[in-house]
């Protein structure tokens, strides 16, 4: 069952590719319709791998008083980034985003995040296009990203490894914060490996990311940048749009029918205490609710965790189905 509704939803994506339709933002009906066959496929999958394991979720005050902690560190987190959104030109050098890794990095540090996943009936997976990111022997989640130029405009989102300028004037006028979005993973209670491994030593180490709204220790918040949906401009100068040393990358997908790959994490089965949080800029915005998909930010939220993911070794695809494309090809 769960093997005919995945090789349904991928054929349903098939034929929206090459479809001569790109209207992605006008054509509501057509967006709803993928978005909804989308969280059928997703949830389906879950109930399916559910009926070999019990996943319980812990009780509401658990996962409040996670939450505040979360916040009450994050307070002291931010005090630079609070100084740096003053600035209207970006000056930091050394301020990076993480790209989906996908062949090499060139010129850029790489860096790989190891989360522990539920080793007990292990059911962490991916499906398609997901670059060098992998799911090891043991049922962990191993991600792998580029370190590249925070400044630079990105069609998706990217992951949070420090401090960068959330305040963008240039690139959207009249939405110019970038949108946060903080994912807690309730990682594996009983042997926690979580492990953050760089080259370059100021991003080598669990305590080296977890400076601003990314923290990792014996669990996970990890936290993507995108672009604010309703402010995507028109035109970009191709020097700020990506890499400015050109490779091929990947960033979470906002858009049901730009999904090239998704990446499902199964964290932690007793007392899951799994939640999400969204931020404009600084500021925070609201609560993701559990049992969801945010086509938006590419999440589908619960006991467990789906990640969607496109990348721009797919040029039409990526283009003309990614809303937080500036470029993208609208139906006459």
Request: with cysteine; aromatic share 12%; hydrophobic share 35%.
């Amino acid at each position: 069952m769960k093997k005919h509704l995945l090789f349904t939803l991928l054929g349903v994506l098939t034929c929206y590719s090459c479809s001569n339709s790109y209207d992605l933002l006008e054509n509501d009906m057509e967006l709803a319709k993928a978005a909804a066959d989308y969280e059928v496929s997703t949830r389906s999958m879950e109930e399916n791998a559910d009926t070999v394991k019990i996943e319980t979720v812990a009780d509401e005050e658990t996962i409040q008083k996670l939450m505040d902690d979360y916040v009450t560190g994050l307070m002291n987190r931010t005090s630079i980034a609070k100084e740096k959104v003053m600035r209207t030109v970006y000056s930091a050098s050394n301020d990076v985003v993480g790209v989906f890794k996908i062949g090499s990095c060139g010129v850029y540090t790489e860096l790989e995040v190891n989360i522990d996943a539920e080793d007990t009936k292990q059911n962490s997976k991916s499906e398609g296009v997901i670059g060098d990111s992998y799911i090891d022997s043991n049922g962990n989640v191993r991600l792998k990203f580029c370190l590249t130029e925070a400044s630079q405009y990105y069609p998706g989102g990217v992951f949070l490894v420090n401090h960068i300028n959330y305040y963008r004037p240039g690139f959207s006028f009249n939405h110019p914060w970038m949108k946060i979005v903080a994912r807690y993973h309730d990682c594996d209670d009983k042997h926690t490996d979580n492990r953050v491994v760089s080259p370059n030593l100021e991003f080598n180490g669990k305590g080296a990311i977890s400076k601003g709204y990314t923290k990792i220790d014996d669990n996970a918040v990890l936290a993507w940048a995108f672009p604010d949906a309703l402010g995507v401009p028109s035109t970009i100068a191709s020097g700020n749009f990506g890499p400015r040393s050109r490779i091929n990358y990947g960033v979470i997908c906002g858009s049901p029918l730009a999904t090239m790959g998704k990446i499902h994490f199964d964290d932690e089965d007793s007392s899951n205490k799994n939640w999400a949080k969204l931020y404009t800029g600084n500021t925070f915005t609201a609560d993701l609710l559990s049992d969801r998909f945010y086509g938006e930010y590419g999440l589908n939220t619960g006991k467990n965790t789906w990640y969607s993911l496109t990348f721009n070794t797919d040029l039409s695809y990526f283009k003309n189905k990614n809303r937080y494309h500036p470029g993208r090809v609208m139906a006459n």
